[in-house]
């Protein structure tokens, strides 16, 4: 990794220095009272949500190996500091502040991830495209030039070398002493459970930290069938890196698995298929065949670490990202069950409350809002995964705009397989225009999230594409009222414009659209104000760990 700098913090009458992962020259960092003020303000876009579940249907040996899983969880985040920020250490003990502590610890950083990485405090510069992944001096042309043979690997650290050259390390070199605790406390937990397939999975994901080689552990992983607990762990999503969107953080979910739910979703995987060859796109860009192995599952999550920890939280996951695997062996949707309802319950019911019209508040229900998700994660899927142009992966066609049109992607097609599902009588609880409805609101919610992230960019795209489709309208009170046949009509002609997009690479196109349409007008701006001063929350953050867990 590049040596990090140091930062000089004034606070009070005292003069500090901080380690941070900036490669610029030492700054003065003021804590102003003003920014005091600021910083209480910006922590009540987070509400306080307790992670547990019902330790009472859990066995002894399940107990011992949930403690030790958090606990290897917990290493991931000591990674994703680095890879995000630097030591937070020295910046934690300057900060008397408890809000700016706390800011601090949530975005691991000093940079606001729900106001697009703005700095939190004066003397900060802007956050490095590339984060901690990348010289912060780094240019698009040299690294473009830069013929490496580890250019492209999405487990290595990139820094300078003593001349200046690009040099890349992998993370399990970088990461050594970390790599090594989190693999020992994964496999003092194999020899603990009972459970052969946890315990398989167990012993691989240690080596595969151990090795950056992952494939044989994400196999072994979608392998696991009837295991009641699960953890998800090691260097998965590139989000973090804007800068080429290649270098996957650190993170770690630990999962009870809700064994009652999951089974109820089980049955929509074997439509895949089918509903792959009826996509609203030419054939050309539904030629690819989907599996239908893939799995649905239900979790109480107990514990989230580094990347998924990091400003909004995530609620539901589609793994593995590797697409050769995906097509051989499929994937699996995880949906978090418990942070969901704690989302629906504090964020977007009371959202829908102020801005979706009287009549249709009825429409605004949790087993929507579960469905939604639930079908986003499984829309990822689907589509192709190469270029019909010259074959090459969409998602290095795509590079850096690949994760916010994704996402674009995911949200409409997921609408579009509910309605579908509706239309084949597979779904029947609810109504069509409940999830519309919940979607619309759900909107609302995650374009609070800002232009930093990829799911924020993912869901103004949508939503200004689907107000010049006439799909919803906004009266005078400033109510927005779903209109049900013009919403069937904009979800297929956006779905398969995105699916075009993905299949021809179209990467200045894609970069052009996210730059004019990806975009809050002022409408929506004021909208969104008016949620803000109501004291609705943006986001979650999370009482977690073993004591809240009684273990």
């Known amino acids: 990794m590049r040596t990090s700098s140091i930062f000089c913090v004034a606070i009070g009458a005292s003069l500090l220095f901080v380690s941070c992962n900036n490669d610029s020259k030492p700054v003065a960092i003021q804590e102003t009272k003003a920014e005091s003020e600021l910083l209480h303000d910006s922590i009540t876009q987070y509400i306080p949500v307790v992670l547990t579940t019902d330790t009472s249907k859990l066995s002894a040996e399940e107990k011992q190996v949930l403690k030790l899983l958090i606990r290897a969880a917990a290493v991931m985040d000591k990674i994703f500091w680095k890879e995000a920020y630097g030591n937070p250490d020295s910046m934690l003990t300057a900060l008397k502040d408890s809000a700016a502590r706390e800011f601090f610890s949530i975005n691991y950083g000093p940079w606001d991830r729900l106001d697009g990485n703005n700095p939190c405090l004066k003397g900060v510069g802007p956050k490095p495209a590339g984060a901690n992944f990348y010289p912060s001096d780094i240019t698009e042309e040299e690294f473009k030039n830069w013929t490496h043979p580890m250019r492209d690997n999405p487990y290595s650290v990139v820094s300078r070398g003593e001349t200046g050259n690009l040099m890349a390390t992998r993370y399990s070199e970088a990461f050594r002493d970390e790599v090594a605790e989190a693999a020992g406390l994964l496999r003092e937990a194999a020899s603990i459970t009972t459970d052969a397939e946890l315990k398989f999975y167990l012993e691989l994901r240690a080596s595969a930290l151990e090795t950056d080689i992952y494939g044989a552990s994400d196999v072994a992983w979608l392998g696991m069938k009837n295991n009641h607990l699960d953890i998800i762990i090691g260097p998965i999503e590139n989000y973090e890196d804007q800068f080429a969107g290649i270098r996957t953080a650190h993170e770690a979910y630990v999962l009870v698995k809700d064994m009652e739910w999951s089974k109820r979703l089980e049955r929509y995987t074997a439509l895949l298929p089918d509903l792959q060859t009826k996509l609203p796109v030419d054939a050309a860009y539904r030629k690819d065949k989907v599996g239908s192995q893939s799995q649905l599952a239900a979790y109480d999550v107990v514990y989230y670490a580094g990347d998924c920890n990091s400003g909004s939280k995530t609620i539901a996951v589609n793994l593995p990202n590797d697409e050769k695997i995906q097509q051989e062996h499929g994937t699996r949707r995880s949906q978090l069950k418990n942070a969901m309802k704690a989302k629906y319950d504090n964020i977007l019911s009371p959202i829908a409350d102020e801005l979706i019209v009287p009549e249709q508040r009825q429409n605004i229900t949790f087993n929507a809002f579960f469905g939604n998700v639930m079908f986003h994660e499984v829309a990822h899927?689907?589509?192709?995964?190469?270029?019909?142009?010259?074959?090459?992966?969409?998602?290095?066609?795509?590079?850096?705009?690949?994760?916010?049109?994704?996402?674009?992607?995911?949200?409409?097609?997921?609408?579009?397989l509910v309605t579908r599902l509706f239309e084949m009588?597979?779904?029947?609880?609810?109504?069509?225009?409940?999830?519309?409805?919940?979607?619309?609101?759900?909107?609302?919610?995650?374009?609070?999230?800002?232009?930093?992230?990829?799911?924020?960019?993912?869901?103004?795209?949508?939503?200004?594409?689907?107000?010049?489709?006439?799909?919803?309208?906004?009266?005078e009170q400033g109510k927005y009222q779903v209109n049900h046949a013009e919403m069937i009509k904009a979800i297929d002609e956006l779905a398969?414009?995105?699916?075009?997009?993905?299949?021809?690479?179209?990467?200045?196109?894609?970069?052009?659209?996210?730059?004019?349409?990806?975009q809050i007008g002022d409408i929506l701006r004021g909208d969104i104000n008016r949620i803000n001063q109501l004291g609705i929350p943006t986001d979650v953050v999370f009482r977690q760990g073993e004591k809240v867990l009684g273990l």
């Open 496 to 518: 398969g414009r995105i699916l075009k997009l993905q299949g021809d690479g179209a990467y200045q196109e894609v970069k052009n659209i996210m730059a004019t349409e990806a």
């Open 425 to 475: 009588g597979e779904l029947t609880e609810g109504r069509i225009e409940d999830h519309y409805v919940t979607f619309v609101a759900g909107i609302f919610r995650s374009c609070r999230f800002g232009a930093s992230s990829a799911h924020g960019k993912a869901n103004m795209m949508t939503f200004n594409f689907l107000q010049e489709r006439n799909a919803f309208t906004r009266n």
């Open 381 to 416: 899927g689907l589509g192709v995964k190469n270029t019909i142009t010259d074959g090459s992966s969409v998602s290095k066609a795509l590079a850096e705009q690949h994760s916010a049109l994704e996402e674009a992607k995911a949200d409409v097609l997921g609408l579009w």
